[in-house]
């Protein structure tokens, strides 16, 4: 049972490039959602999802699109890559909102 | 947003010790608090939870205490070991989204 696995788990990106973090997960939950870790600042919620084709925005969503075509799958996209997006990204699983997350081990990005 | 806070960003322990990290959340309605324990280049990974109907919660060494007349959160750790050196975070539930503190990194001597 992997659980969360991200991809990449670490990315170079230049100012103004795009990409894409990945996310799956296999224990079937309906409830995924991203997060980003800044020093200081703890864990800060960019977008979620409470199930296939329903999609919401979080607390720091600006600069970030998300859809939810399977159950499994939750990618993250940065469309213009800002020095102000560095930082370390976390996807998580719940089987509903109000339950504990999986997360996965993380994406370290730096955009320069 | 929500703010969730811990009063002490470091903590340092003697091994065998027990240990007491410290959360305090701002939103009353808030009914689902989560306990992660994170090491450092790993996800936070769930310790114990706490629903708001209840004052105490108690797991394999560890316990959440709830006070929501103060709103403060707590997480015991009985008998320290060394292997629980990580940061600590607390998280609250309002509606469908979790709020995290910015985490106490907790250091056992051995």
């Known amino acids: 049972n992997a659980g969360v696995t991200q991809t990449p788990k670490f990315q170079v990106l230049k100012t103004g490039q795009s990409m894409t973090l990945q996310c799956a997960q296999d224990m079937n939950h309906e409830y995924m959602s991203w997060y980003r870790q800044d020093p200081g600042m703890g864990l800060r919620l960019i977008h979620y999802?409470?199930?296939?084709?329903?999609?919401d925005q979080g607390e720091v969503p600006n600069g970030y699109n998300v859809s939810r075509s399977t159950t499994e799958d939750f990618p993250l996209r940065l469309l213009s890559a800002a020095p102000s997006q560095t930082s370390v990204y976390f996807c998580?699983?719940?089987?509903?909102?109000?339950?504990?997350?999986?997360f996965g081990q993380g994406t370290r990005l730096t955009v320069v | 947003g929500e703010s969730v806070g811990l009063h002490l960003p470091t903590l340092s322990v003697q091994e065998g010790d027990n240990s007491i990290i410290n959360c305090a959340y701002s939103n009353s309605a808030s009914d689902y608090f989560i306990w992660y324990k994170q090491e450092s280049g790993k996800g936070p990974q769930f310790i114990i939870d706490?629903?708001?109907?209840?004052d105490k919660r108690q797991g394999q060494r560890v316990t959440v205490l709830l006070n929501k007349t103060v709103k403060h959160l707590s997480l015991q750790i009985a008998a320290t070991q060394p292997g629980d050196s990580a940061v600590y975070f607390c998280a609250e539930n309002t509606g469908n989204q979790f709020y995290f503190g910015t985490g106490t990194s907790l250091t056992v001597i051995p």
């Open positions: 706490i629903r708001s109907n209840m």
């Open positions: 999802s409470v199930g296939a084709g329903i999609t």
């Open positions: 998580a699983s719940s089987t509903d909102w109000n339950t504990e997350a999986f």
